[in-house]
């Protein structure tokens, strides 16, 4: 079931009916995950506490302790999963791309623009905002897409090139500043025009 923005979560359990952590260890620390990013959302990261996680996830505090000692490790875990999900679907949209000019920039400008209706894609990219504020958290991102340009091909490495990521980094923190407001009205003129750089 779904439930708060898309995130997947499995019905709160009684008392003796809680998850077998010892057979199904994955989708706990996968539960608890989803549970930190919801509450995250809802009460800010300030706010987020470990008693309150495993409350809402129907899980022991010793069982979250043993995925996560530490709020910290926690928040980590919660960054790890934003990007994982972000180069999943980067690196689907860069094998779909049969042209190899401009691949990596417009996998990067359509990863940062997916559809606020697809699952959960809304809850986790608000948590994207709340993330960018811690400052551990903005290095990782860094080096991520550090590391994949330094993989690259000069031309993508150009100012033009760089403008387009820049671009797309600019729509996708204000299409969540101003949900479903018409901020952008030659927006899709302006997604032409990204990609028409791309391929020049």
Known sequence: MTDNGGIRQEPK?????GLHRKKRPLVVRSQLI?????LSVEKGLHALTLDAVAREAGVSKGGLLHHFPTKQALLEALHDELLGRFERQFNALLEADPEPRGRFTRAYLHANLCKAEDDGVECWNSLVMLMMGEKWSRPRWSEWLNQRLAEL???ERSVEMEIVRLAADGLFFSDLACPGVAVHPNRERVLEVLEEMTRK
């Open 153 to 155: 091909p000069p031309h």
């Open 13 to 17: 359990q009684g008392k003796g009916q």
């Open 34 to 38: 989803c549970v930190a990013a919801r």
